[in-house]
Nanobody, 117 residues
Framework: QVRLVESGGGLVQAGGSLRLSCAAS????????MGWYRQAPGEQRELVAT???????NYADFVKGRFAISRDYAKKVAYLQMNRLKAEDTGVYYC???????????WGQGTQVTVSS
């Protein structure tokens, strides 16, 4: 059974940093691409960043230069380092494990990030 567990969210002041973690279990981590998404209250879920099986990264424009996605194959963990946080970064952050083009995907339960201005 595939399971993704996010952690690391919390309350931080604007300008601060957080590091989110997504621990995967129940499958072969190295076969999947990983992504972080977020959803603000009343908004649709949106892509924040992805990292491929080979380590290629991709970022939404609104986080470029501030956030960094990475993964540790040995620990089966994906990370999202978030720096220079803004109030508009507030939301629930979700981890996704997926394959392309087959379309298999798994989601974590989310972790709340609140940035106070």
């Amino acid at each position: 059974q595939v399971r993704l567990v996010e952690s690391g969210g919390g309350l931080v002041q604007a300008g601060g940093s957080l590091r989110l973690s997504c621990a995967a279990s129940g499958t072969i981590f190295s076969l999947y691409d990983m992504g972080w998404y977020r959803q603000a209250p009343g908004e649709q879920r949106e892509l924040v960043a992805t990292i491929s099986r080979g380590g290629t990264t991709n970022y939404a424009d609104f986080v470029k230069g501030r956030f960094a996605i990475s993964r540790d194959y040995a620990k089966k963990v994906a990370y999202l380092q978030m720096n220079r946080l803004k109030a508009e970064d507030t939301g629930v952050y979700y981890c996704k494990m997926f394959t392309t083009p087959s379309g298999s995907e798994y989601w974590g339960q989310g972790t709340q990030v609140t940035v106070s201005s």
